[in-house]
């Protein structure tokens, strides 16, 4: 049996975003399974049955089940060492995880007010404190990787990883709220808007035509 990734619907759905770049980065091949969220009992019931958390994304590897995004990347990491989700040197390594856990655990003001919306008119929005704190954070660590990390390619590590993966929502909220950003901010943004697996998902998004009105309300 092969590998199956249950997401949720790729307009909203940030946390099915993350493993499914990372996966389609690493060219891991993948069964692609969309249940859609908030839309009825039927489809909860369908995230019950391969999760008892009841949450997207599940990553099923036969007698596995993983969930959580965070940890499939991790599983897939571990599984899949030739994919080098995560940077081969210890300290690239380290920096990369502490990061990817901050994302992970942290930046609530961000996600509450900027929620993941890609067909969303681009334009601002009022946000808290909270949430300006939590974008001068992001931009902080973005730009910190590209200083250190720019000789060896164009994402934060260099070459592609497992934090432009737990950090591409967040490309997808500061470009549709119009977030002002520096240049160096831009410029990775850019390199995550053209990154093929980055489009794909986006362009998909584009396509559904599933609105679910909780997530549309500002």
């Known amino acids: 049996m092969g590998l199956t990734l249950y997401i949720g619907n790729k307009n909203y759905s940030s946390w099915s975003l993350r493993p ?6 690493a060219n891991i091949p993948f069964e692609e399974v969309l249940i859609p969220i908030y839309a009825g009992a039927a489809d909860k019931q369908r995230i019950l049955d391969v999760s008892p958390a009841g949450k997207v994304p599940v ?5 596995v089940t993983v969930w959580d995004s965070l940890a499939i990347i991790e599983y897939l990491a571990e599984t899949f ?10 300290a690239s390594r ?13 930046f609530g ?6 929620g993941m919306n890609i067909h969303r008119p681009v334009g601002p929005k009022t946000l808290s404190d909270e949430a300006k704190e939590n974008i001068a954070r992001v931009q902080d660590i973005w730009t910190d990787c590209r200083q250190r990390y720019a000789g060896a390619g164009p994402f934060l590590f260099g070459t592609f990883s ?17 977030i002002a950003v520096s240049l160096p901010v831009k410029e990775y ?12 998902w986006t362009a998909q998004a584009l396509a559904e035509t599933l609105v679910i009105e909780r997530f549309e309300a500002e």
């Open 109 to 114: 003001g961000l996600r509450r007010e900027c």
């Open 162 to 178: 497992a934090a432009d993966a737990m950090y591409a929502p967040v490309v997808h909220r500061f470009r549709t709220y119009a």
């Open 59 to 63: 990553l099923t590897d036969g007698d």
């Open 189 to 200: 943004m850019k390199t995550m808007l053209a990154y093929p697996a980055f489009a794909e």
């Open 81 to 90: 060492p030739q994919a080098q989700l995560w940077p081969q040197d210890p």
């Open 94 to 106: 380290a920096h990369a995880r502490a990061i990817s856990a901050e994302m992970h655990g942290g």
């Open 20 to 25: 499914w770049l990372a996966m389609k980065a």
